[in-house]
């Protein structure tokens, strides 16, 4: 396989990783179940940072930094996604993301997406407007200039690919039980159902942590059919996401955890 080749998969499975449970859906929207308000007593961080390596089998391929912030009402997550080393010489990539929901419901309010891959440079905002019940979203082609504006009917609250993956801290999570978060990204919906499997030690820089091990799955996807995904939580109040992994028919893509600071 050519490095570029291997590179691009390497970062689309990070970014597909990063912002959303890698389910992001590939089928018109469907109707879902409104997103599940965050259980009793759960709070989102007033400021945090998390900072993750990524590893494509056992090789360094990036990392990801993640920050919090509250911000009144809402809570805002900052991501930004980037290659390293000699990868990042063959094949540039520099994600930026960012998602802003209300902390109390959960519901999604925008979704900004900025993509560097290569030579391709687009950058898309998607806003959810619940009076009307509607999303909209707005893109453009950086290199080429095209735009795109389109709209779509929603059936209620919604998370959105960056999210979710760290709106599922603020749901119950109990060995052997599941439970449905609906995603929306680029017009499309996806009810993602996180299975809760067991509970596992996973070692990082940061400590060993006890952990539960969810799978996320979906009926439409990009990796459906295609491999899994599992993601591992602190088994306490926080639901910390301490590693993320994608298996996929070319390799393994490994989020973990090295750095945790409030601020």
Known sequence: MRSSTLT???RTTAAILLCTLALAASSPAQQAATLAPPRA???FPEKQTLTYA?????FPAGSAVLH?????????????????????????????????????????SEFDKQTVEGR???????????????SILD??????????????AIPGCMTDLLGGIYYASSQTMEVGKSFVIPVVDAMHIVPVTMKVEGREEVKTALGVFKTLR???????GVVKNRGNIWIWYTDDERHLPVQMRA????????????GNENK
């Open 8 to 10: 691009s998969k390497t």
């Open 41 to 43: 007593g759960y709070s």
């Open 54 to 58: 990524v590893d494509w089998r056992v």
């Open 68 to 108: 919090f912030e509250a911000t009144g009402a809402n809570e805002r997550i900052t991501a930004n996604a980037d290659t390293i080393g000699a990868i990042n010489l063959l094949f540039h990539v520099g994600d930026r993301f960012q998602s802003t929901f209300d902390r109390e419901k959960g519901c999604t």
């Open 120 to 134: 391709r440079k687009v950058n898309s905002t998607l806003k959810l407007d619940y009076a009307q019940s509607k």
């Open 139 to 152: 893109e453009k082609n950086l290199v080429t200039g095209q735009t795109k504006h389109v709209e779509a």
């Open 214 to 220: 969810v799978q996320p799955t979906a009926d439409a």
């Open 247 to 258: 298996r996929l028919f070319w390799g393994t893509i490994t989020f973990r955890l090295t």
